[in-house]
């Protein structure tokens, strides 16, 4: 957790605080606002000097938010800190107890509770001195200790190169019981950035991209805005420093302008909601540095409304739509900017109304709605909240001491999930980040009336490995919204996605599937199965390819066509009229009983078994090919490849799954065509305990309502 000193950003005239309130602050002592305090730091010399000494400014900012809380643990804990540390200086040449309390402080002006900030002072003890987590937990407790091992980096004498990706495993696997354990490591990058200018170019870029691609993307999941808008700030003056010093020029010149189009809009605003009796703050938000370069990028040469936002606090949850209606009453709104973050709350605990005015010179002025209770949680997120996973204490568990889950987001179950699969630190690592950087997530519906959570884009293939795990190896199959769905279909937010699973418990996931496979968890599982089973070679398996690919539609080559296939019969089962020769069964025509057969000698005196109808014995007659006597031993179990042909309509697929599983028939892969004017062709690959009761099969699946044919799979038969 090393922290360097002096700021990246160059000296600069320092400007008017973040935000603006108009109404009185609260009694208490006004607290220090992190976004102005950040801004300050980018636009003006950093304030080292200003770091305390003591304890004393932590403990004001705490008392703000907690008015009654224990202060004890916070002494004994900077004590220790402070002569653990007392000698070891930060390589700016400050006492190094300045960093874990400006980490501290950091998380108090969130308001976090006492066991947070006690052991973010500590945070630091166990990597950097001889205190041991032992005494840690004897001195605070078994919560201080496990934040600040959650915390702890592993030792890159132990793990060398994976060093770092094993700590980031260590600690999110922490912060699956405990999510105080990621407030705090944001807190001390969040310091790490501020004061990183010492450290050499390169090592500064490095640390800045990982914190580009894993903390911010952490800190927006887990709803720490304040947080995660001056690390985005930090990151981009180091990673984009032209664009960053384009950026601040504008921001420092539209500070110097002397009118200001977004005060204009925020007293018309005031006036409207005083005439409707409505009960309100509103303030003038600044965007940061980023969203400034995002806007510029976006619209061009800037105005002056588009460097800021109006913020409208209000009392209670009925005020918000309150203070909508009045602004698109009295005001001039734009429709399509409307969000509604409050009836469907994002995924990261934001709330809020998002909408847009026009100006009388035309300007288009943002707003957002929320309530001062909501405005806490979009600045602080999970840090406002405590330990929003701790059990009651009488459901706490006695035996193991880990804390119940009831309410962890599904990215982070999602993640804990995959990263337990993950096969080495170099595959969770680029994991992690692709998996961080898909920062928005969908709700799917089961028809069972449970939700699946998801990120953005991903397939039915990601809905069933979310679903099943590694048993989505045996699906063939989706429908979404009631209708029949390839695999490869992109799920939408409130889409309906009921997955049909195989019963043969050994089917096998298709390599086509990786294609598809939008989160790690899937791909992880993909990939695992296929390592362990490597792809056969075509001449050792005689179902056709495109049979074993549920639901793709791209074509597959030809199988050999004298492969034997695992559950098809084998050459034990067929008897030939020569003596010592070899049987193979042929792959064109998938023969099993009790078709009627033939054989045909061919090369290193084997003896090739098609189906007498089978074009490719037709060609091997015609060619002079020495035919062979062959027939069927005892009867068996065997592997077909079946084609049904249908009518669309809901329900097929499932009704003929059914009935080809009340006939004993095990579907071990399936492919289904886009449908063409209303037809569509299915092909499934079944396993059957007796051959002889194929017929019975394909009479059952004709008797389908909509199904209009059923025939065993032909294939053009290459020249032998």
């Known amino acids: 957790m090393n922290a360097e000193a002096v700021n990246p950003a160059t000296p600069g005239p320092v400007t008017s605080g973040h935000v603006t309130p108009t109404g009185s602050r609260r009694k208490s002592r006004p607290r220090l606002d992190l976004r102005r305090l950040g801004r300050a730091a980018l636009l003006g010399p950093a304030a080292r000097d200003r770091l305390p000494d003591a304890i004393g400014h932590v403990v004001d900012a705490h008392r703000a938010h907690h008015p009654d809380a224990d202060l004890e643990p916070l002494r004994r804990a900077y004590l220790l800190a402070e002569s653990s540390h007392r000698g070891q200086m930060r390589k700016s040449g400050e006492p190094y107890i300045t960093h874990p309390l400006a980490v501290t402080l950091i998380l108090a002006e969130l308001g976090a509770e006492t066991t947070t900030l006690t052991a973010s002072l500590l945070h630091d003890t166990v990597e950097d001195t001889e205190v041991t987590l032992d005494q840690v937990g004897e001195q605070f407790g078994e919560e201080v200790r496990y934040l600040v091992d959650g915390v702890t980096k592993l030792e890159k004498v132990d793990y060398g190169a994976a060093a770092e990706p094993e700590t980031f495993r260590k600690m999110l696997v922490a912060t699956g019981n405990d999510v105080r354990v990621m407030s705090i490591k944001l807190a001390d990058r969040l310091h790490n950035m501020r004061t990183l200018g010492v450290m050499r170019p390169e090592k500064q870029e490095r640390i800045a991209k990982v914190t580009r691609d894993v903390l911010i993307p952490l800190a927006e999941r887990l709803g720490v805005q304040a947080l995660k808008t001056e690390l985005e700030d930090l990151v981009f003056a180091i990673l984009h420093p032209e664009e960053y010093g384009h950026t601040r020029e504008l921001i ?70 309150g203070v909508l209606g009045e602004l698109h009453t009295c005001m001039t709104p734009v429709v399509s900017e409307f969000k509604d973050f409050i009836a469907v709350p994002k995924f990261n605990l934001y709330q809020s109304l998002h909408t847009a005015v026009a100006g009388a010179d035309g300007q288009v002025v943002e707003v957002l709605i929320r309530t001062h209770q909501m405005h806490k949680v979009a600045e602080a997120g999970v840090v406002a909240l405590g330990n929003p996973y701790a059990a009651p204490p009488e459901e706490q568990s006695a035996s193991d001491g880990e804390r119940v889950d009831p309410t962890r987001p599904g990215w982070l179950s999602r993640l804990l999930d995959w990263q337990r699969a993950a096969p080495d630190p170099d595959t969770f690592w680029s994991t992690l980040r692709e998996d961080l950087a898909q920062d928005r997530e969908i709700t799917v519906f089961r028809p069972d009336g449970g939700t699946l959570g998801l990120p953005e884009g991903a397939t039915c293939v990601d809905a069933a490995y979310a679903q099943y795990g590694e048993d989505a190896h045996a699906c063939i199959g989706a429908r979404v919204n009631g209708r029949l769905a390839t695999l490869s279909t992109v799920l939408k937010d409130g889409d309906t996605v009921q997955l049909l699973m195989g019963q043969d418990a050994a089917s096998e996931p298709s390599r086509e599937w990786l294609e598809h496979a939008h989160t790690p968890a899937a791909r992880i599982a993909i990939q695992r199965w296929l390592t362990a089973h490597p792809a056969q070679d075509e001449a050792s398996g005689a179902v056709p390819e495109e049979a074993a690919r549920p639901f793709t539609d791209d074509p597959a080559p030809s199988p050999a066509p004298d492969a034997p296939a695992p559950g098809r019969p084998t050459a034990a089962q067929v008897l030939a009229d020569r003596a010592g020769a070899t049987v193979r069964l042929a792959g064109c025509c998938t023969p099993v009983p009790p078709d009627e057969v033939t054989g045909f000698a061919v090369r290193g005196g084997a003896v090739t078994v098609h189906r007498v109808e089978c074009a490719g014995a037709e060609r091997m007659k015609s060619a002079g090919r020495a035919e062979v006597g062959v027939r069927w031993g005892e009867g068996a179990e065997c592997r077909v490849t079946l084609v049904a042909e249908s009518f669309v309509r809901p329900h097929l697929l499932a009704d003929i799954t059914e009935a080809m599983a009340l006939e004993g028939a095990e579907i071990v892969s399936a492919t289904v065509e886009p449908p063409d004017r209303q037809q569509v062709r299915h092909t499934y690959t079944v396993q059957l305990p007796d051959a002889a009761h194929l017929p019975v099969l394909m009479r059952a699946m004709r ?18």
């Open 252 to 321: 420092v010149r539209n500070a110097a302008r002397a009118d200001d189009p977004l005060a204009e809009v925020a007293d018309d605003v005031r006036k409207v909601l005083r005439e409707a009796d409505i009960t309100a703050e509103v303030l003038i938000r600044p965007r940061h540095f980023v969203s400034v370069h995002r806007v510029s990028r976006r619209r061009g040469a800037l105005r002056g409304a588009d460097f800021g936002r109006l913020l409208v606090l209000v009392n209670e949850d009925a005020d918000c739509y």
């Open 703 to 720: 008797n389908v309502a909509g199904v209009y044919d059923v025939s065993r799979a032909q294939r053009q038969a290459p020249g032998v």
